[in-house]
């Protein structure tokens, strides 16, 4: 067994990698590069030597270190220095997807670990082709091109150096937005839940909330109120539905609070909306 040289930093790991002296070897024995899990997983058995790398590619994470979770949302780089247990359970409940494989610098007498139990990085989608470069090059049984692959491996390394994204500036994707927008019309009169909205791009509830305040500038609630009332303006001129059936059709139970929030949104109120477009 080799001696565990454990670097101080990211950068002392880096210049070891670098060094040409030490090996670099990767591996993807007993599992396969690209994986999906319905829910859960778990490492069982422990790689002593070895770096574990993963990069989500779709869903979200909790992970367990230290009786601490972290939540992790994709695109996502996550490397797990030798000897962690990993612990991985998706958020939504309906499974994440990713590339991984194994990865050691070493020389005869020790390897060397990263500082830190599990470095992660979001928003990293520029990385997946370096990710599959690797475990393109470490699935060759014979004339594997090590060069290449340590190259590739230092420009990962060197990524995770980087601050990570907060969800301070994190926002929604355009693709997300569509998909929400789209899911809403579809459930307008069931009035979904924030949280449901969340499970629709796979995040969890409190982190939704905040990146989509960042994105749109209201809350999930405020936006889905406005989306259904802009809803309701256009079938109130393209059907013969009165306003009583269509506050129903939009599941107010109410009608006075309907015209209420048509009249907030839309600056008039339904009855006068109606009279001022038909006129025109």
Known sequence: MKVNNKCK???DFLNAL???????TTNLKNFPSYFKIDNEWELKTMLPEEHLTH???NGSLLINKNNKTIEIH???LIIASPSTKIHYKSISGKGFSAYRFRFKVHDKQKYYSLPTDIYYKEDALDLL?????ITNESERLREKNLWKIRSYLIELVADIQEKKPTSKNKKLTRIQINHLREY??????????PNELAQQVQLSHDYFSRIFRNTL?????????KERIKLASILLLESNLNISQIAETFGYANIYFFSQQFKKIIGQSPTNYLK???TK
Do not use: D, Y
């Open 276 to 278: 001022k477009h038909i």
């Open 217 to 225: 500038g209201i809350s999930p609630k405020q936006w889905m109120t």
């Open 55 to 57: 990069l989500l590619i």
């Open 129 to 133: 082709g370096v990710v599959q470069n």
């Open 184 to 193: 809403f019309i579809n459930h307008h009169n069931k009035w979904p839940t």
């Open 74 to 76: 994709s695109p996502a």
């Open 9 to 11: 930093n990211t950068e």
């Open 18 to 24: 670098c060094n040409t002296k030490n090996r670099v």
